[in-house]
């Protein structure tokens, strides 16, 4: 399997690239897109009403890439779950990642100098998939009952710690 490449390579929310995706596949710029490995944006009651809601914030612009994401999302729900119940929140992650992260691969190797020199705004093949967040974007959302208002700051705060960007918790009540 192919190691990742460093998020610094991906962070910057640069102009969008053209993505073309057509119903016929000769004329696709992306032949096949690999899945999301976000699994679940909604968890909790989300049929309940709650007291406070607490909101994620990002204080930078960037791209945060589907994996961070994902394992951001299951560390806040496991902290949510485990002490203040299943039915006692309300979690979800407002972020898709539908951009596509590209990377062109050049030859490595002797005489690979020769064989392959780049290109300048090569398309290059898709590798991932990332959000591209603005700033003062809301990433996550929170609802719960005045009992559970710590465990659902301790939560986002989780869920913060393994974002690349600084982030910034908001509490308003309903």
Known sequence: MAK?????AYNQVLKRPYT?????????FIRSAPHSKVVRYIMGSPNKTFEYTLT?????????????????????????????????????????PHHMLRD???????????????????????????AQVKKDDILFIVRVDKKNLGI???ALIRCKNKLPCKCQIIESKN
Request: glycine letters at 10%; hydrophobic letters at 30%; aromatic letters at 6%.
């Open 20 to 28: 073309r995706k057509s119903k016929f596949r000769s004329k696709n």
């Open 56 to 96: 994620l914030i990002s204080k930078k612009e960037l791209q945060i890439r589907d994996n961070a994401l994902e394992s951001s999302r299951q560390s806040g729900n496991k902290c949510l779950e485990t002490r203040a119940g299943k039915t006692e929140y309300f979690f979800q992650l407002r972020k898709h």
């Open 104 to 130: 062109n691969v050049l030859a490595s190797g002797a005489g690979a100098d020769r064989m392959s020199t780049g290109m300048a705004g090569s398309y290059g093949k898709v590798i991932g998939r990332a």
């Open 152 to 154: 659902a700051k301790d």
């Open 4 to 8: 990742l490449r460093k998020g610094s």
